[in-house]
C-alpha cells in the first residue's frame, strides 16, 4: 500500500506543505542546539499558558508522539517510508479551534522501499536509529532545558502512539492492519532495546495500571505512566484524571467531577 499523506495530515498533522501564516516555523535540525529549542519552549509556554518551562517540556514532548505513530504506519502497511531524519522536518505551530497545534512538515516526501528482507529483520535497526537520531536529541535537549527526568518526557508518548495507530487503524478499509500495528506496536514497547533510547528501560514498556473511566461509564482506562503538568497551566484543567500523582481519593473525587459536568452538558 502507499502512503496516504491524507490520512497522515488528518490523524497527525504531518504534513508535505507548510503553513502560510504559522506563528512559528523552525527546522527540527536546530532543535538539538540548546538556544533555538529554548526559544520555541518559551513561545509554547505562552501558547498553552504554562506556568514554568517545564510545563511547555512535558506538552513539547507529547506533540512529538505523532512521529513514532507514522514510523510505525508505514511499517505495519505501506512499501516504504518517507526520510523521518530531523533534518528533513520543518515544526511549525499554528492556531487550530482556538488551540496550538503542532505540524510537522516533511520537506522531502519521497517513498523511498523498504529492504526486500522479511519485515522481522530490518525493522529493528529501522525503529532504533529513528529513536537514536530522530527522537533522542529533541527529547535530551528539552530535558536539559527543563530540567525535567528524560524518562518524563518518554512518558508522555506511549498512550498517545497507541491511540493513533488505533485510530488510523479505523480508517483504513482493511481490517487486518488494526493487528498490524498492535504487533508492530508491541515490538517498539516489548522488543526494542532500551539502548536505542539512553535509558534503562524501554519507556514504551508500561506497567499497565487499570482505573474506572469517567468519561465511558462501565469501562476502564490506563493511568498515565508519567505527570505532564497540565495542572500548572492558567487554564483551570488542574490534575489530569490519569495522572499517576493523584491519590485514590482525589482520582475519585476527580471521577464525580467529570461526570456530574458530563451529565449537565447532556
Known sequence: M??????????LSVVTEKRENALLTIPAEMLPDREQAERLLTFYQEQIKGRDIQVAATYYAACWRVIPAAILYMISSCEGSVDWSLKNLIIQIDIVNGYPRFFFVLKDSAENPW?????????GEVLGSFVRDTLRPVLETA???????????????????EFYLDYMGNQIENPSCKEIFKAQYAY??????????????NPFDLKEIWI???YRPGEQ??????????YRTDTGHGYCYGCP????????????EIMAAAKASS
Open 2 to 11: 502507499n502512503i496516504d499523506f491524507g490520512l497522515l495530515d488528518r490523524a
Open 143 to 161: 530535558a536539559a532545558i527543563s530540567g525535567l527526568p528524560v524518562a518524563q518526557l518518554w512518558g508522555q508518548m506511549p498512550l498517545g502512539v
Open 221 to 230: 482506562t490506563r493511568m498515565k505512566p508519567t505527570c505532564c503538568l497540565a
Open 212 to 214: 474506572n473511566d469517567p
Open 115 to 123: 529492504p526486500s528482507k522479511e519485515r522481522e529483520e530490518w525493522r
Open 188 to 201: 517498539l514497547a516489548r522488543i526494542l532495546d532500551a539502548a536505542w533510547f539512553g535509558l534503562k528501560r
Open 245 to 256: 500523582k493523584l491519590s485514590k481519593s482525589d482520582r475519585e473525587a476527580k471521577r464525580k
